[in-house]
């Protein structure tokens, strides 16, 4: 006889993990299948997100940047620090530390709430019944449910003409493995994935050479902002080629050449190590038998509705197996309201108050929509932006690089669009989501008390701008 279930979920990261706690504190009896496998064998929950993503690179970009202050910016504040040793086995040490600590806890998290963790790979079968295949070579067993949460999760896309060999050539997350900092770096692709990557890297001594296939620099993000963060980054030496495609690889002497095609003319660069970061593609590779009815787009995602309900009755999908930006805060939203949605309860995921980070220096945020789709939406509107420059914490941290901007309807005030570039714009864009969450006009957060000297006055001070009321900024 099967096992039964009242929820299963396919897939132990960001979307996964939460669906699984949110469905057993609503009472539910809940297993989570993850089939993760780290480079040594070992398995722990989390997904790409927390094994060989967002946690793992922001602990190399924290490390980093505090190499690269020490270098650069110390000085300034009358700190000296002699001759700087770099250890990257102890960088990496305490970067695999901290994914320790954080994949350990959802083990934890599991058992206090009651989740079955399944260490193994989950197949849905017709009549939301599933197939999973134990990790550790024991029988296949055949689960029953009356609920399953699609969370699969997706993979680095591989390029045909530069594939990956694992050593000289790698994805994102060999990209965080390295030894030995490379002497020159090549970067394939110069979105969010490339540049923390590709900084990580040129902080510590490698040469950085991007290469975008796009005309424009960071296209997603609002103009004024990717044009300011584009001169910080070639400032801090990353060599960033719009409008390139690489058509292939040649063996080098120590490395790889990338062939690529420049303004019309071929071009040669050689490298000792190579980053592919052009994208990732849903995974979903042994996820469904012939017979489910869940249905795949053309780009191989999980057909959803905005509850992340399929066409089956029972079966939900959510994170980066389905529609939507790849970001792992959308993944949870959309597990925790699966979740709560399979228990009766009201739910929902506003997809036009989802924040994007940038965790470069200085970081890159937004929400809502930029000055241009506003425009192109033909609704009148207005804009506002403010100097980190003119901040007086951000004079007192000696990082002044950035600003802030606002973009707001004229009719009736509201706020459509906040993009930010420079210090800690990925916590100051919080206070900007909430005000979207709660349909908040650019008057609400121009009469709400800003503490001084704080960077989130440079909100407050782009909020007043929007109206040329700016206080400690000329007003255009």
Not at 175 to 200: N, Q, T, Y
Not at 217 to 225: E, G, Q, R, V
Request: contains cysteine.
């Amino acid at each position: 006889m099967s096992k039964k279930y009242d929820v299963i979920v396919i897939g132990g990261g960001p979307g996964g993990y939460p669906a699984a706690i949110r469905a057993a504190q609503n009472g539910m009896n809940v297993a989570c299948i993850d089939a993760w496998e780290n480079y040594d064998g070992s398995h722990a929950f989390g997904g790409t997100c927390l094994n060989a993503g967002c946690i793992p690179s922001k602990a190399l970009l924290e490390s980093s940047e505090l190499w690269h202050r020490a270098e650069h910016e110390f000085a300034a504040h009358g700190i000296g620090t002699g001759k700087l040793k770099l250890d990257l086995a102890a960088m990496q040490k305490r970067k695999a530390g901290i994914v320790q600590q954080l994949t350990g806890g959802i083990g934890a998290l599991f058992k206090s709430n009651k989740v079955t963790g399944l260490v193994g790979h989950g197949k849905l079968l017709a009549g939301r019944k599933v197939e999973f295949t134990p990790k550790d070579g024991g029988d296949t067993q055949t689960l029953e449910a009356d609920h399953v949460v699609l969370a699969s999760g997706s993979a680095p896309v591989e390029l045909g003409a530069v594939p990956f060999d694992g050593e000289t050539i790698v994805d994102s997350w060999g990209a965080l493995e390295f030894e030995s900092v490379p002497k020159r770096l090549g970067v394939i692709g110069a979105g969010v994935i490339g540049l923390e990557l590709g900084s990580v890297w040129s902080r510590l001594g490698a040469e950085v050479v991007m290469l975008e296939a796009m005309e424009d620099f960071l296209w997603m993000a609002d103009h004024d902002i990717a044009k300011a963060a584009q001169r910080q980054f070639k400032k801090q030496g990353l060599d960033i080629r719009l409008g390139t495609k690489v058509t292939g690889t040649e063996s080098g002497k120590s490395g790889v050449t990338l062939v690529f095609e420049e303004k019309g003319e071929e071009q040669r660069l050689e490298f000792d190590k190579v980053i592919v970061s052009v994208g990732r593609r849903p995974y979903t590779e042994g996820l469904l038998a012939d017979d489910t009815g869940v249905e795949l787009d053309e780009k191989g995602f999980v057909k959803v509705d905005e509850e992340c309900r399929t066409g089956v009755s029972g079966i939900y999908a959510v994170g980066d197996c389905v529609r939507g930006p790849m970001l792992a805060h959308k993944a949870t939203e959309e597990g925790v309201m699966a979740a709560d949605l399979i228990a009766g309860k009201v739910a929902e995921v506003n997809y036009n108050a989802i924040p994007s980070v940038i965790y470069t220096a200085p970081e890159v945020a937004w929400v809502g929509r930029t000055e241009a789709e506003v425009k192109e939406s033909g609704r009148p509107y207005k804009t506002g932006s403010f100097q980190f420059a003119a901040n007086g914490r951000a004079k007192a941290m000696e990082q002044t690089a950035g600003l802030v901007k606002m973009v707001s309807a004229s009719d009736d005030d509201e706020l459509l669009g906040v993009h930010i570039v420079g210090p800690m714009a990925g916590e100051l864009i919080g206070e900007l989501v909430l005000a979207m969450e709660f349909s908040a006009s650019t008057e609400d957060i121009q009469r709400t008390v800003h503490a001084h000297p704080t960077l989130s006055e440079s909100v407050h001070e782009a909020a007043l701008a929007v109206d040329g009321r700016a206080i400690h900024a000329i007003n255009r």
